[in-house]
């Protein structure tokens, strides 16, 4: 089951839509994503909106200090939290600097998809760039790299 749910994380992170992003307003959302989004973050600052593709939806915002977005699809959603990397983990900084020993983070976040939490390390390696995905508790469990859009 878990290989299903880090593929289908992974299909969002690095996939390549084929539907043009354009950003929306809060009117022309479908009104149970709004309704869904107004009940998890009442006290959201400045959301913005972005239709990914025919039926999903992000939205990016501010809440109690910290970046964070959620991606709404018709039967799931995923939770994204910015974190400092001035806060990363100390297992998964030991991890990234004896497997990446030149790489240079450059972005973490606290992923939770359908219940399951989980951290993302954007890492720069040269001319290479890694999704390095970790449990909760720090423990490795793939990298992936990302490959640029031509």
């Not at 990234?96 to 606290?110: H, N, P, R, T, V």
Request: charged content about 30%.
């Amino acid at each position: 089951m878990r290989p299903i749910i880090l593929s289908f994380l992974l299909m969002f992170a690095v996939a390549v839509p084929t539907f043009a992003q354009k950003p929306v307003n809060d009117r022309d959302l479908p009104q149970n994503i709004l309704t869904d989004f107004k009940s998890r973050e009442p006290n959201a600052e400045n959301p913005k909106w972005t239709q990914l593709d025919s039926t999903t939806y992000e939205v990016n915002f501010v809440a109690n200090g910290g970046k964070k977005s959620i991606r709404f699809t018709k039967t799931t959603s995923e939770t994204r939290w910015d974190v400092d990397l001035k806060w990363i983990p100390a297992k998964i900084k030991a991890y990234a600097d004896s497997a990446y020993a030149k790489g240079k983070a450059e972005s973490l976040c606290i992923l939770d998809f359908q219940g399951n939490k989980s951290y993302e390390l954007v890492l720069k390696q040269k001319k290479h760039q890694y999704l390095l995905k970790f449990g909760i508790d720090g423990q490795f469990i793939e990298a992936t790299e990302i490959k640029k859009k031509k």
